[in-house]
């Protein structure tokens, strides 16, 4: 009999370490039942996925995938996070954002778990003159206020400050960010006319008397927004930041004194382990600048998940993305979340929204535990090297811009948009082809689903870079949809003609019918094709009943009235067939040429 060791952990102990090979060999195994033949290091690289900015995610990582030392929390580079503590005495600040003057709502929030508040002001928000109301009933020594107010950043920063003094906040209580963002504003509005002059003011007043208070943020968003990568994002916040520092000192302040006058907002999207890495190479590029310029010192960062991936249609999925979004913003260290709400992208939230929004947070923080440990994606051999991978490319992005001369003129001369628009592009006709899905938009759509309504949000600025969305194109397919429906009181209908037995059609029938649904067309699958107020058909079964029958049903088809016949599967050829849906098509382009000839205008 043999005797185990008490240790409890040796079950395998006399099973033979499998080898990397082995496991190869298992991978062509898999590769060659599919039609693959590719053998070795050809094998792994098959199972792999592109990223953007060049980078690719094996299948398998293991100890041989080195990265720097990512060092100690709270040490440079500060990969592993900004203080030694992280989040763990209670969590990251939940942040959370208001564009209208609604002191209950404000309130509302404060009282159930956010802790500090991003106020977008001015023009294009909260006019100043009513930020007295909206933060009536608020302790602004207990409940920091992140402002955000464009071109009216110093008359909100100077009512803020006058709020301070007047409630008798003392100056060392006051916490917080006055949201000064010259090149941000430039980028979103096009306007590079914003002097610096008064920024460095409120940041050489803040150094002086209020050390709780930081003057400037360095906000990502609109790179993101304009469809930027993650190490285009990542470039063009260390390149904002470099001129911030160059500014404020050149105004009189130390290096010191000007690297903590500063905050970084970054994106956080539901690629979880992109977000990751983003949060920390981030955290690495920035100690890397600070090291330079002679003041080494963390990033302060501020995430929040991303408007890009918010859709209209079906918008409760919203919450499964942002939580996905929250989560890897805390693995990553971010030291303040702002969940925006589901509804986000269709006006301002109501309350409910807003609650859950907030209590996303709460689950991550106080029931998931997610911020008792420091680092919870540390030594993750997949996360270490994607951090590694992900610092250089927006390192090199960021040299390019400097190469540009800076930031400013990156934006001014065009090349920075028509970098970002190249990304977006790309990413445009992986969304297109449905390579990059959007549940409940290209995947899974619901065409009997009420929309949801909300009052008009502020309109946000623009004029400068564009914002995008990810289901922008599907949802100018569904608008077209929705008119014809309010026009004729039926939608658009496609007839799936499925041959053969359940087993033959089931498959591709699902298929079909996702897809044209995807585009606001309503598929029809019982009775005949006479009664079904369709013009187009689309043949669904199996490669060997298509065959058989392809030719013969859609000539019968095209007798009845039938106009256009496509066929679910790889393009053949099959008489009368007039064009194919498959895996992979560009499904933009088949829907909307199927509503051109259908008169959907």
Not at 38 to 50: K, Q
Not at 187 to 202: H, K, N, Q
Request: net charge negative; charged share 25%.
């Amino acid at each position: 009999m043999t005797v185990l060791p008490d240790d409890g952990l040796s079950l395998a102990a006399e099973f033979p370490d499998a080898t990397h090979e082995q496991w190869q060999r298992l991978v062509e195994g898999v590769l060659r039942k599919s039609g693959k033949e590719v053998s070795g290091a050809a094998a792994e690289d098959a199972l792999s996925t592109t990223l953007e900015d060049g980078l690719r995610a094996r299948p398998l990582y293991t100890a041989d995938d080195s990265a720097p030392d990512p060092g100690l929390p709270g040490f440079a580079p500060f990969v592993r996070g900004g203080r030694p503590e992280g989040n763990t005495l209670g969590g990251w600040d939940v942040r959370q954002q208001h564009t209208a003057a609604d002191g209950a709502a404000v309130l509302g929030d404060l009282e159930n778990g956010v802790t500090s508040l991003w106020l977008v002001a001015g023009a294009d928000g909260i006019p100043v003159s009513s930020l007295d109301r909206v933060l009536d009933g608020v302790y602004l020594d207990l409940a920091p206020v992140v402002l955000d107010a464009g071109r009216d950043v110093e008359p909100a920063a100077r009512e803020l400050l006058r709020l301070y003094q007047e409630r008798g906040v003392a100056k060392e209580a006051a916490r917080g960010n006055l949201g000064a963002d010259p090149l941000g504003h430039e980028a979103r509005t096009g306007d590079g006319g914003l002097d610096f002059a008064p920024v460095a003011a409120l940041a050489g007043l803040c150094a002086e008397e209020y050390p709780g208070l930081r003057a400037l943020t360095v906000d990502a968003l609109p790179y993101h927004e304009a469809g930027g990568s993650a190490a285009q994002e990542l470039g063009s916040s260390l390149a904002t930041g470099v001129a911030y520092l160059r500014e404020l000192t050149e105004a009189g302040l130390s290096v010191q004194q000007a690297v903590a006058q500063l905050e970084f907002r970054y994106s956080a999207t539901a690629d979880q382990f992109l977000t990751i890495a983003k949060l920390r190479a981030a955290r690495r590029l920035w100690a890397r600048v600070t090291e330079v310029c002679g003041a080494p010192g963390g990033q302060v960062q501020h995430a929040v998940t991303s408007p890009v991936m918010m859709s209209r249609r079906d918008p409760w999925v919203n919450m499964l993305r942002t939580t996905v979004a929250t989560l890897a913003a805390g693995v990553g260290g971010a030291d303040a979340v702002t969940v925006l709400p589901f509804d986000h992208a269709l006006g301002l939230p109501d309350a409910f929204a807003r609650r859950i929004a907030r209590n996303t947070s709460t689950i991550l923080v106080e029931e998931s535990h997610l911020s008792r440990v420091i680092d919870p994606a540390g030594g993750s051999w997949y996360v270490e090297r994607l951090t590694d991978e992900l610092a250089h490319a927006g390192w090199e992005f960021f040299q390019w811009i400097e190469r540009e001369g800076g930031q400013a003129a990156a934006l001014r001369s065009g090349r920075l948009g028509q970098d970002l628009a190249r990304t977006w592009e790309a990413r445009s006709a992986k969304l297109a082809k449905r390579r990059e899905p959007v549940t409940g938009v290209s995947e899974f759509p619901n065409l009997a689903e009420r929309l949801v309504e909300r009052a008009p949000a502020p309109v946000p600025p623009s004029g400068g870079l564009p914002r995008v969305r990810r289901d922008e194109a599907f949802e100018a397919l569904r608008a077209r949809s929705d008119a014809h429906l309010a026009a004729t009181g039926s939608r658009p209908r496609i007839f799936l003609a499925a041959l053969g037995p359940a087993a033959a059609h089931t498959a591709r029938l699902t298929f079909a019918s996702n897809l044209f649904q995807a585009g606001g067309i309503e598929p029809v699958t019982e009775g005949a094709f006479e009664d079904s107020g369709a013009t187009e058909v689309c043949l669904c079964s199996s490669d060997t009943l298509y065959e058989e029958r392809a030719a013969e049903v859609a000539e019968e088809l095209k007798a009845t009235g039938a106009g256009h016949v496509f066929l679910a599967g790889r393009p053949g050829q099959y008489p009368h067939v007039d064009a194919y849906v498959f895996a992979g098509c560009d499904a933009v382009a088949v829907l909307s040429a199927t509503l051109d000839r259908m008169g959907v205008s």
